[in-house]
């Protein structure tokens, strides 16, 4: 074969090569064709907006954070009530069960997705029951069933019948030391952790539309595609585990580092750690400092709590999510 020829050839195989290794499916029952624009599936929330069933700072009007979108029943019974079936998006284990109504997601599932090109887990929240045969640690296919949809929450405001929707996420787990970090605050003092590391303020969603809109999805690209809307400096010479459960996301020595340069994404995801130096000037003198704010970003960090009012001291949000991220590198 010549040189031109093989070369022919390889471009050839490289085209053939799906861009995406994951396979998705949509995780109910509702017919995929039917999914192509946002107001075909989302369910809006009392508004009316379609853009409120949406992932982002799209209720009270800019002020709350949905973290996943809000997937509307195709089939109701007689009296209302959604007959939607909720499926699996992608192979996976089972990693959480809430068969009770406790919290603001309902009864709700967490699948674990290892074998994607960095592990996810979904969300499957405000179920009307759960299948029953799941068990914790069990395989699932994409497109198993695991529950009924429904409007389970014990939230502040009920979801009404005409509301019903499968509430679903995909994003990366902040700490294995969540339970700790947990019990160490004050104001929880009264307030159990029923969930454990799938408490939600663990769990740091990403949009799920475009990952839901093609059958094949390299998962990894879909988060380091997320641009980087702040930076921080963290001094610590213990690993926290996020880098070693998602080595794809880190650059340089973790087993030498004195530190490290994390870049945020608007709604909190950690998407990018560079192991510093002992010399580095990003290395903060004490635990860890804001370095680096995008401007154009400002008001959306500000609404969501990852800058404070003033746009360029730490908000609520960054504060909590680089204490729980720090909580195994004490
Ligand atoms: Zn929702």
């Not at 954070?65 to 029943?73: A, C, S, T």
């Not at 069990?138 to 405001?157: D, H």
Request: charged share 20%.
């Amino acid at each position: 074969m010549s040189l031109r020829s093989s070369l022919a050839f390889l471009s050839l195989c490289l085209t053939a090569l799906p861009l995406g290794a994951t396979d998705v499916v949509w995780p109910t029952t509702m017919d995929r064709d039917s999914t192509r624009l946002p107001q075909d599936y989302l369910q809006p929330t009392v508004s009316g907006k379609t853009e409120s069933g949406s992932f982002g700072m799209v209720r009270e009007d800019g002020k709350r954070f949905h973290e996943g979108i809000d997937i509307r029943p195709a089939k109701t019974n007689a009296d209302g009530e959604a007959l939607d079936l909720v499926l699996a998006a992608m192979d996976g284990q089972v990693a959480y069960l809430n068969p009770n109504v406790n919290g603001p997601y309902g009864r709700y599932v967490v699948l674990h997705h290892g074998g994607a090109e960095i592990p996810v887990y979904t969300l499957y929240a405000h179920l009307a029951k759960l299948e029953p045969s799941l068990r914790i640690a069990q395989p699932v296919r994409r497109g198993t069933v695991i529950g009924l949809m429904g409007r389970t929450s014990a939230g502040a405001s009920p979801i009404t019948k005409d509301r019903s929707h499968l509430h679903f996420e995909v994003g990366l787990m902040l700490s294995t030391g969540f339970n700790l970090w947990y019990a160490a605050q004050a104001e929880n003092r009264q307030s159990a952790n029923h969930h454990g590391l799938y408490n939600g303020q663990n769990l740091i969603g990403m949009d799920p539309s475009p990952i839901l809109a093609q059958p094949k999805v390299d998962l990894l690209a879909a988060v380091r595609s997320q641009p980087t809307a702040l930076t921080v400096g963290l001094r610590t010479s213990k690993t926290p585990d996020f880098v070693a459960r998602y080595p794809a996301l880190v650059r340089g020595d973790a087993a030498r580092a004195a530190g490290w340069y994390v870049e945020f994404s608007w709604q909190g995801m950690p998407l990018r750690w560079t192991a510093l130096d002992a010399k580095s000037p990003q290395l903060p003198a004490g635990r860890w400092r804001l370095l680096e704010v995008d401007q154009r970003r400002r008001t959306l960090l500000i609404q969501r709590k990852m800058l404070g009012a003033d746009g360029r001291t730490p908000g609520e949000l960054l504060t909590q999510n680089l204490e729980i991220l720090l909580s195994t590198a004490r």
